[in-house]
């Protein structure tokens, strides 16, 4: 079985948070961009894990949750000239981007 998205406190994943700010009319761009630099060149890096690419109902945000084995195998994914060259292109189509890594310290369910 393929990994998939993990959610949860402690998994050994480093969990990449990209908020994307973009102007309504670019969303749809800017989330096809997002899953075809995933598809062709993210999917194929040693390291990956899972991307999940998220559009905000009122068009002005798009959001990038993946998850890396290691943050070194994303911070090595940032100098790979192909991914390099999908960033260049979301940030000309994005206002604003904000990516973080995060360490998931608690979920809940009912």
Do not use: C, K
């Not at 948070?17 to 194929?44: C, K, S, W, Y």
């Not at 940030?91 to 360490?103: G, K, N, R």
């Amino acid at each position: 079985m393929p990994p998939t998205t993990t959610i949860a406190a402690g998994a050994p994943v480093a969990t990449l948070i990209n908020v994307f700010t973009v102007q309504p009319a670019r969303q749809r761009e800017l989330v096809d961009l997002l899953v075809i630099a995933t598809e062709e060149v993210m999917l194929h890096l040693p390291g990956f894990v899972a991307a999940n690419i998220h559009a905000s109902d009122d068009g002005t945000r798009v959001v990038n949750y993946a998850q890396w084995e290691t943050a070194d195998a994303f911070r090595a994914m940032l100098e790979t000239p192909a991914a390099q060259v999908h960033m260049r292109q979301a940030a000309a189509i994005a206002d604003q981007f904000d990516p973080h890594l995060y360490a998931v310290e608690s979920v809940h369910h009912s």
